[in-house]
């Protein structure tokens, strides 16, 4: 067991929040060159490799990019195992691009069916509810009258360590010129909803580039996709994909705060590193002797 070096005690929970996948069926590449299920890969094996246990792994929607059943089935094949050697519990949300018939019935071992896939779950204490904001047809997002009577129904009683919600249509303005047409419409019902309730989180996808925000006083996080991002240095009206800055995020829950750390794809060469017997040997030293040895200037 660590040893606690700073004043914050260790997270209570920990969540692998994952976005838009895109997968297509037969490991095609995404508009022929965008290599998704390798893209995927590659995160799932940073994943393992920072050696956590996360409570979930959240995908936040757009887990194929037409709704293929056989690109569902990839999906699963990949991250199943991954999940179980974590001991992690997957949750699938929907995105635009997803059709709610092949999820219901790949992703979650149901009936075939349109109606919308809201779920809750319970991490010993830690509510993780999922909104499904995805309309079928269209490309933007709503929620219905009778499923924010069914969240309203939910989070009037509050969890022993708070709420975070997911959804695939993030509550924020997307401050690029078209995107909006694509946005959660009606957010303020959303928002009557959920203020002064026990959320501490919202966890969103949909944009294909990190961001935050806060909406109706909670605090937002927008995970960029694993497929491709969005290229933010363009000129606002020229803003297209490109192929960098995919990633994923780490949430890190703890009892009075919710850390957000971005985690970029890719085998990108290290500088320097602190070694096993560098860190056990500053566990070994008084509060005071640490100080001295890893914070004093030399």
């Known amino acids: 067991m660590s040893v606690q070096l700073g004043q914050h005690a260790p997270a209570r929970h920990t969540v692998a929040h994952f976005s838009d996948p895109h997968l297509l069926s037969g490991g095609r590449q995404l508009y022929g060159r965008v290599p998704t299920d390798e893209n995927l890969a590659q995160a799932l094996l940073q994943l393992e490799r920072t050696g ?29 195992p991954v999940a179980e050697r974590l001991g992690s519990t997957v949750i699938w949300l929907m995105g635009n691009h997803d059709e709610r018939p092949a999820m219901r019935s790949v992703m979650l071992d149901e009936v075939a069916s349109e109606e919308p896939v809201d779920r809750v779950w319970d991490f010993d204490g830690l509510r993780f509810i999922g909104l499904d904001t995805s309309v079928p047809g269209y490309h933007h997002g709503e929620l219905t009258t009778a499923q924010l009577r069914w969240l309203d129904s939910e989070l009037s009683k509050p969890a022993p360590h708070g709420t975070i919600i997911g959804l695939h249509h993030p509550p924020i303005p997307a401050p690029q010129p078209i995107f909006d047409i694509l946005e959660l419409r009606e957010q303020s019902r959303f928002a009557d909803v959920v203020r002064g309730r026990d959320v501490r989180a919202i966890l969103g996808g949909h944009l294909h580039y990190s961001s935050h925000g806060t909406f109706a006083g909670i605090p937002v996080s927008v995970a960029a996709a694993t497929c491709y ?45 602190f070694t096993d017997e560098f860190i056990t040997r500053l566990e070994q030293m008084t509060p005071d002797q640490r100080v001295e040895a890893f914070s004093r200037k030399r």
């Open 229 to 273: 991002t969005m290229n933010l240095s363009m000129p606002q009206r020229a803003v297209n994909g490109m192929a960098g800055g995919q990633a994923f995020n780490l949430v890190h829950v703890y009892e009075d705060t919710i850390v957000h750390s971005v985690v970029p794809l890719g085998d990108h060469a290290g500088f320097d590193s």
């Open 52 to 80: 956590l246990n996360p409570t979930a792994i959240v995908f936040t929607g757009d887990l194929t990019d037409l709704g293929e059943p056989d690109a569902y089935r990839r999906l699963r094949d990949a991250v199943d």
